[in-house]
């Protein structure tokens, strides 16, 4: 059971290339969501999916686009990568809406120079 | 302006003691809270969560408080060992009211466990 798997583990990237962040979990849950971690600030919420084909913006969305085409597939892209955008990017999971707890993948670490 | 906080970045005890790490939160309709542990270079796993109906959760070694008029949680480890060496991150949802059910974080306190 690999339950929330991210691809790639590790990325750099020039300033103004484009790149894609898979997430894919096999727990079929319906909600699904894109967090990026910097030193201090805890993780912050980019993009979430309340379900397939459906996507909504969180805290820190600007500079990110993602799509939910499959139920078990959660896509972040990067259009025009900025040095700002450097962090590690998690992906997470959560079953149903309400008090249940949300599981994450192993992290992508991205350097934009 | 964070919704969930925690103050203190680092914390040292000693093998066997008690470890208290504290976590404030400003929104009331969080009814939701859960502690998460985060290892160098992976991602976060879940350790204990609390609702807002209770004022206490226990699980083994972990026991989780909550203090809802003065919108405050801790999570205490006894005993406290190497292992438990890691950041925690305290994270808060509104349940059934927020549409996307996301986790608000804090920002981590990073426990070191010295033997």
């Known amino acids: 059971n690999a339950g929330v798997t991210q691809t790639p583990k590790f990325r750099v990237l020039k300033t103004g290339q484009s790149m894609t962040l898979l997430c894919a979990q096999d727990m079929n849950h319906e909600y699904m969501y894109w967090y990026r971690q910097d030193p201090g600030m805890g993780l912050r919420l980019i993009h979430y999916?309340?379900?397939?084909?459906?996507?909504a913006k969180g805290e820190v969305p600007d500079g990110y686009n993602v799509s939910r085409l499959k139920k078990q597939n959660f896509l972040l892209g990067l259009e025009s990568a900025a040095p700002s955008q450097t962090s590690v990017y998690f992906c997470?999971?959560?079953?149903?809406?309400?008090?249940?707890?949300?599981?994450f993948g192993q992290g992508t670490r991205l350097t934009v120079v | 302006d964070q919704q969930v906080k925690q103050n203190s970045p680092s914390l040292s005890v000693q093998e066997g003691r008690i470890s208290i790490l504290n976590c404030d939160y400003t929104?009331?309709?969080?009814?939701?809270f859960l502690w998460y542990k985060k290892y160098p270079a992976e991602g976060p796993t879940f350790l204990i969560s609390i609702s807002s109906i209770k004022d206490k959760n226990e699980d083994g070694r972990f026991t989780v408080f909550l203090n809802k008029s003065a919108k405050h949680l801790s999570l205490h480890i006894v005993p406290s060992q190497p292992g438990d060496s890691a950041v925690y991150f305290c994270a808060a949802s509104a349940g059934l009211t927020n549409a996307g059910n996301m986790l608000t974080f804090g920002g981590g306190t990073r426990l070191m466990v010295k033997p």
């Open positions: 999916s309340v379900g397939e084909g459906t996507t």
């Open positions: 929104n009331s309709m969080f009814d939701y």
């Open positions: 997470a999971s959560r079953l149903i809406r309400g008090y249940t707890e949300a599981f």
